[in-house]
């Protein structure tokens, strides 16, 4: 999807702001659709304006910033309200890994939006889950600062404060991140992923009963649409039952070991169709936490995969 409509000057520079853009909006948001929307109506804002004010600012890539994190605040905000009315926990959009040769963004600018955006520490389900527990100007505070290193001074403009109160802001947002304890390699991670799918496919209630720290919780996010939990599900005994049952439940599903937000994760598959992906979170060798997307709407990214 472009930007801005046929006959429009792309010569100023701001269509390569675009990736960032994304990167930016999907942190504050946790929704590839949401972002690419933000993202949309900012540029749509930059092109609404007369050429003559387009050439007075000197930085289109730090207006558009700003703009864009207006727009994703006052998304936020409207966001509260309509989680409160969402069928079951909310969680972020899961991220697909890419395939060998992808190139993000690439000549044409047409990549997917999930494609362009930047699979790190900072996107993982565990770091967006976090995210989502702070208020509104706390997060864009937080992630503007932490994560992209924006000064205060620019994130000022955003949130309509001074640059003393954003600081506040950020600090108060960064005693919500939780120490995580030590370290994980990716290779620890997928190793244990792994011998959770094989229990999960054996069906070996006392194997997934040993991978799950005892005190683990699993959410998961239907939306309504499909049938799942509503509630989370705690303590590693009950969730190997639980995974157990759904594995009696649903024959036919095919696990499979994917990068899901840039970390080890499994997708469930039907005749070739993702039904459910679902992420981990990993301390000393076991599995504290795993969120299950079933969703449809947030599984379009992965209409690709397979």
Not at 12 to 17: I, K, L, Q, S, T
Not at 177 to 185: D, H, K, N
Not at 254 to 281: H, I, Q, W
């Amino acid at each position: 999807m472009g930007t801005v409509g046929d006959g429009t000057d792309r010569t100023d520079g701001a269509d390569g702001e675009r990736r960032q853009l994304i990167n930016v909006a999907y942190r504050l948001l946790g929704s590839v659709t949401e972002a690419e929307d933000a993202v949309q109506d900012a540029y749509a804002r930059w092109y609404g304006l007369p050429r003559s004010r387009r050439e007075e600012i000197l930085s289109p890539g730090a207006w558009l910033t700003t703009v864009t994190g207006r727009i994703c605040l006052d998304l936020l905000g409207s966001a509260r309200a309509r989680r409160e009315r969402y069928v079951g926990a909310w969680l972020p959009e899961p991220l697909p890994g890419r395939a060998e040769g992808d190139h993000p963004g690439g000549a044409t600018g047409a990549a997917d939006p999930a494609d362009q955006i930047v699979l790190d520490e900072s996107v993982t389900m565990a770091f967006l889950v976090v995210l989502e527990s702070m208020t509104p100007a706390e997060r864009v505070a937080f992630v503007l600062h932490d994560v992209f290193r924006y000064p205060f001074a620019e994130i000022a403009d955003v949130l309509g404060r001074t640059p003393a109160a954003c600081k506040q802001l950020a600090a108060s947002a960064r005693r919500r991140v939780s120490p995580t304890g030590p370290p994980v390699t990716a290779a620890g991670r997928a190793d244990v992923v792994r011998h959770v799918k094989e229990a999960w496919e054996s069906k070996d209630i006392a194997a997934l009963v040993g991978l799950l720290d005892p005190a683990a919780v699993m959410t998961a996010d239907g939306g309504g649409m499909v049938g799942t939990v509503l509630r989370p599900v705690e303590g590693g005994a009950r969730i190997a039952e639980y995974m157990v049952a759904i594995a009696d439940r649903a024959p036919g599903l095919v696990l499979l070991e994917r990068s899901v937000n840039g970390v080890p994760g499994l997708v469930a598959e039907r005749a070739g169709v993702v039904m459910t992906v679902a992420a981990f979170d990993i301390c000393d060798g076991r599995v504290t936490r795993i969120w299950v997307i079933r969703n449809p709407e947030k599984l379009r990214p992965w209409a690709r995969e397979g």
